[in-house]
């Protein structure tokens, strides 16, 4: 595609929902990035996906927050057991390879009421 | 390991005057640095990148930013402020380690106001 595409670009849900977001990343680019941005904040990196594994997911909060990529393309971040804590603006980017720049879209706005 | 810092979480400068965004890194491998700038309600943009080639980096709308390992900085400028320049601007870093690449790493932002 032409850029990374993220779906919804709005959610909102309610406390103790389960939620998934989608990522689409620019064709043949091998790395994904996802980064979560709370008001006022920079980027906060999450998860970073080399092909289908996981390279790093030191950024994940806790087990509730858990990300998929298995064939190495479409990533799809999955939130469990939605708080109030956990409404940002969930971004994900992508990159070629290193050690060029990520690519982002447009993000996820993620509200829980 | 690596870090950014970047001083000023809200910088204000006159239509027409310098501006300079304040960036410093921490990396335990050589760096690649970015400045990213992000519209509001909008995504993050790519302004410009070190790659270890010259150390001083062009980017677009005017922006250029320079490598001093010496000091661990990557500063922003840009001669002259135009109104549209008025945006949050991040810096991030990314390191590279024998396992590859590692995941890049933001600050927290300078907010931009350009006053007409």
């Known amino acids: 595609g032409a850029g990374v595409s993220q779906t919804p670009s709005n959610k909102v849900t309610e406390k103790g929902k389960y939620v998934e977001l989608r990522c689409d990343p620019i064709?043949?680019?091998?790395?994904l990035y996802w980064y979560r941005q709370s008001l006022g904040q920079g980027p906060e990196f999450l998860i970073y996906?080399?092909?289908?594994?996981?390279?790093?997911d030191s950024g994940l909060p806790n087990d509730r927050f858990f990300a998929v990529r298995p064939e190495g393309s479409v990533s799809t971040l999955k939130i469990q057991r939605t708080e109030r804590g956990d409404s940002a603006v969930y971004l994900c980017?992508?990159?070629?390879?290193?050690?060029?720049?990520?690519?982002f879209g447009q993000g996820t706005r993620l509200t829980v009421v | 390991a690596q870090s950014v810092t970047q001083l000023g979480s809200h910088v204000s400068v006159s239509e027409g005057a310098l501006v300079l965004l304040r960036c410093n890194y921490s990396?335990?491998?050589?760096?690649?640095l970015f400045w990213y700038v992000q519209y509001p309600n909008q995504g993050l943009q790519l302004l410009l990148k070190?790659?270890?080639?010259?150390?001083l980096v062009k980017g677009i709308n005017g922006f250029e930013a320079e490598f001093k390992k010496s000091e661990t900085s990557f500063h922003l400028t840009k001669p002259s402020a135009h109104m549209s320049d008025a945006a949050e601007y991040f810096c991030?870093?990314?390191?590279?380690?024998?396992?590859?690449?590692?995941?890049?790493?933001f600050g927290t932002g300078t907010k931009l106001q350009v006053i007409p």
């Open positions: 980017a992508s990159s070629p390879g290193a050690p060029t720049e990520a690519f």
């Open positions: 990396s335990s491998v050589p760096p690649y």
């Open positions: 070190y790659t270890s080639a010259a150390t």
């Open positions: 996906f080399q092909g289908t594994g996981a390279a790093d």
């Open positions: 064709s043949g680019h091998t790395a």
């Open positions: 991030a870093v990314r390191g590279a380690n024998s396992g590859g690449y590692q995941k890049v790493t």
